[in-house]
């Protein structure tokens, strides 16, 4: 399955620098962008992004802007996704092992581009551990009456 990314303009270095990373392992990726350092705004790409691993035809994803806040807010809008920020490699394996977290999310202006390929590498190569942490996550969905 095809990884999702996304970012934003403070997020776009290190969307290229990941997808180099990426390549290297072999690993393939939809880029839904943005494309540039031009000042934008996160949630238009983090909406597709979403979107796409929603609906199964990407998974997992990884979301980067300047703090990692607003994308992954946007991100978790989303019913059907888990976005976790992530700054280093012992809360990238807990998000997965503990929260079946479905997109890493990446803060770009405090985090070394070093630290968040350990970060990526742990995040994509850790399983969710199920047990009582299904039954929580299975919780975290609103349902109609807000609960
Ligand atoms: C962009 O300047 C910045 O606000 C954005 O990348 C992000 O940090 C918002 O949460």
């Not at 997808?19 to 540039?36: A, I, K, P, V």
């Not at 992004?49 to 994308?71: D, F, H, K, S």
């Amino acid at each position: 399955m095809k990884i999702a990314l996304c970012s934003d303009h403070a997020g776009y270095e290190l969307k290229s620098i990941i997808e180099g990373y990426l390549e290297s392992q072999g690993r393939e990726f939809e880029d839904f962008g943005t494309h540039s350092t031009e000042s934008c705004d996160y949630p238009d790409f983090a909406h597709p992004a979403a979107l796409a691993v929603e609906e199964g035809r990407c998974y997992p994803g990884i979301a980067i802007c300047g703090t990692g806040n607003g994308i992954g807010m946007t991100l978790n809008k989303h019913q059907g996704v888990r976005a976790a920020l992530c700054w280093n490699v012992e809360i990238a394996k807990l998000a997965r092992q503990h929260n079946d977290a479905n997109v890493l999310v990446l803060p770009a202006r405090f985090i070394d581009p070093v630290t968040a390929l350990a970060v990526v590498d742990a995040f994509l190569n850790t399983s969710f551990e199920g047990g009582r942490h299904a039954r929580r996550i299975a919780k975290i969905p609103v349902d109609q009456s807000g609960c």
